[in-house]
């Protein structure tokens, strides 16, 4: 599986992801290898797809009239109609009827990289699959996973230590050694970084 986009095999309209389950009879270990694939899916093409911020049912970017993806889309399946940015998930504020608006996120650049960049892929870091990218947990100024893999960091801006798997202060982020006498972090791994300025 290499795209959520589904459609009914008989009329054609589009169905979600929710709806193909309904219509199809899996048990319980072939729901969780699809989910599993999913969520593949969504890490692997984070500009196409993206969880309602509301109701995290999975969205298709919409595209304007000229087949340009949009800065904001909105979420059909909730109750109430609400846009929010593309890249932040942030709310959509617009000006006027007729004008195109803007995100309310004023973090919206260090938002939409924290959500869309790779993760650290190499077997032998202390990183492995943490985000390329993390924020300051202080000053959420963006940093970069560097290839010396610390998992502990200094904000270059604002000189905050802290650890880059588990986002705790350097002194009450839980470590051990391992057969290598470096240290690794025991605590969970931080899920990607969401805030709104």
């Known amino acids: 599986m290499k795209s959520l986009n589904f459609s009914c095999p008989v009329c054609g309209e589009p169905w979600d992801w929710e709806q193909v389950k ?3 009879q899996l048990s319980q270990a072939q729901t969780t290898i699809l989910e599993a694939q999913v969520q593949r899916i969504l890490k692997e093409f984070p500009d196409r797809y993206k969880k309602c911020p509301i109701c995290f049912c999975i969205l298709t970017r919409p595209l304007d009239s000229t087949g340009q993806p949009c800065l904001f889309s909105s979420c059909a399946h909730c109750p109430h109609t609400h846009h929010f940015c593309w890249a932040c998930l942030a709310p959509w504020l617009f000006s006027d009827e007729a004008g195109a608006g803007q995100c ?9 990289t924290l959500l869309a960049c790779d993760t650290v892929t190499e077997p032998s870091s202390a990183l492995l699959g943490c985000p390329c990218f993390r924020a300051c947990p202080q000053c959420l100024t963006l940093l970069p996973h560097t290839s010396n893999a610390a998992k502990h960091t200094v904000c270059l801006e604002c000189g905050h230590a802290f650890c880059y798997v588990c986002l705790q202060d350097t002194a009450a ?3 051990e050694e391992n057969e290598h006498y470096l240290p690794f972090c025991k605590g969970q ?3 990607r970084q969401w805030f709104v300025t």
Do not use: F, M, R, W
Not at 104 to 112: E, F, I, R
């Open 22 to 24: 309904d219509q199809i």
């Open 104 to 112: 309310s996120n004023s973090s919206c650049y260090v938002v939409g």
């Open 173 to 175: 982020c839980p470590q």
């Open 189 to 191: 791994k931080a899920e």
